[in-house]
């Protein structure tokens, strides 16, 4: 069946006892524009904290300073979304810059670390590390310097205490060649290597640990006439190349190898696999055994013009996976999470898009993706204006967070609803309900007032309960609702709002 995008909601309780309470992995989104309005800002990777808050690192601008571009930073978020605090690393005299998606690991202590880049005033690009507390307050960064221009991708911690760095670096004859660079605990480096060579550019945004103290790597390699393959390595302690493979199709994949170790010491990683229509790609995971042998390789959705699956984690350890990435299927991009068995059969994939009250096509994109404590997940990303440019006043490029339950409902029960794999964010007001609570036997009036482009179709509202089962369906029209509560015993009831095919909104109604 086609994913279509999904929307998010929050939805506005009124009446003299408005009533909310958190359930169990509650769901947000938001956009965060925490530097200065007008400025550029994206989401690169995203960790939890001992508290559960959320800790989304971003690149933005830099605005104190006439030389240098742009800093790294961290988005601290409670559970809930509320924003919390904004700390930037500054590098006094150039620019700061995290890596590609799923460039941080968490430290033993709490600690945040960040793998990256600088680029001072002499315009040479250096390898970075960035450190911040668990709270998101900035500490320290290294950096280390090479011949020519040297940009790290990501960062992982290994089991000595010191850290793996794999980037791009731009060699003499000016194509982009691939690093491998071992620093020991105080980021002292200890030895780095360099892979690829040839005439064509190639390029790794991933590495992690591989059994016996080695390690695997991930990106993409050139080769010749345009065309690009994934590009995954197995590297022995000293990131001396054991084997080295390509997997893609006879078309020009384009798709990176996005991967991470699983816990019986293989991989996965996600990327797009082409269709031989334009640049349409499918989201795709792969898992391969530590000699190289793929033991499957699975596609999902439908193909639209490069959809990437480009952050994959193990949920737990030999369980199901989560992915997320972005897909192009309304003629924009929106981002997608999707949930596999740990064989990567698909249990549920998600479409994304960032809508308001100003807004109804909006566009984003996600960069990565966590499993969170309380059963759920959180991706995070970019959020970017409209698709026909119709923005509204001071709209920029924002951080992008999109928190939701173990089947990737922002408001639980999404899934319940038949024929709706897809949901909006972000609709503000677009449900409301009241009184509230409501006496059992008695009406509650639930409102709807849709943008006008989502007023038009034929809607409807289907109650859940808080075991997660739906008790009742009615249709809705734009404007007052009837919502009868004879049917339904004392307890806690989402509302949710659909059309045929797009899940709009929902909220919670307590009957007494």
Known sequence: M??????????VLHGPAAWWTRATAQGFNARYDTITAGWEQVGFAIEENAQGELL?????????????????????????????????NHVPTGAAYPGSGNTSDVLPDGRIAIGGSTLNADTVARVAVYWFDQWGAALTYVEHTFPGDWI?????????????????????NGTLDVFLLKLDSAANVQWVQ?????????????????????????????????????????????????????TGSPL???????????????????????????????PQLVKVDSTGTILWDKIYDVPSYLSFLVSVKEIT??????????????????????????????????HYVYYDSLMTDGTGRFYDVIPTSDGGFAACGAAYGSASGNNPPGLTQDVWVVKVDSLGCIEP??????????HVTNLQGALVAWPNPVAHGTTATVHVALPEALATSTLRLAVSNAQGQLVLEQSAVQGNN?????????GLYHVHLANATTWLAACKVVVE
């Open 2 to 11: 086609r994913s279509l995008q999904l929307l998010s909601l929050v939805c």
């Open 317 to 350: 350890p030999g369980g199901d996976l989560i992915a997320a990435g972005e897909s192009h299927i309304t003629n924009t991009v929106d981002g997608i999470m999707l949930r596999t068995t740990a064989q990567g059969d698909s249990i549920w994939m998600r």
């Open 194 to 246: 360099t892979y690829g060579g040839s005439q064509w550019n190639d390029f790794a945004a991933t590495v992690d640990l591989a059994p016996g103290g080695g390690y695997y790597m991930g990106g993409v390699v050139g080769l010749g006439n345009n065309s690009y393959e994934p590009w995954i390595l197995r590297l022995d302690s000293m990131g001396g190349t054991i084997w080295s493979d390509t």
């Open 252 to 282: 020009n994949d384009r798709g990176r190898a996005d991967l991470t170790a699983l816990a019986d010491g293989r991989f996965v990683y996600g990327s797009g696999r082409p269709n031989g229509v334009f640049s349409n790609h499918w």
């Open 482 to 490: 009837v919502l009868d509560t004879s049917r339904l015993s004392a």
């Open 56 to 88: 989304v690192i971003s690149a933005g601008p830099r605005v104190d300073s006439l030389y240098a571009s742009s800093t790294v930073q961290i988005v601290r978020l409670a559970a809930d979304g509320t924003l919390l605090s904004a700390d930037r």
């Open 152 to 172: 790290g991708n990501e960062l992982k911690c290994t089991p000595d205490g010191g850290y793996i760095v794999v980037g791009g670096t731009y060699t003499g």
């Open 413 to 422: 029960g999404c899934h319940l609803i038949t024929g709706v794999q897809s």
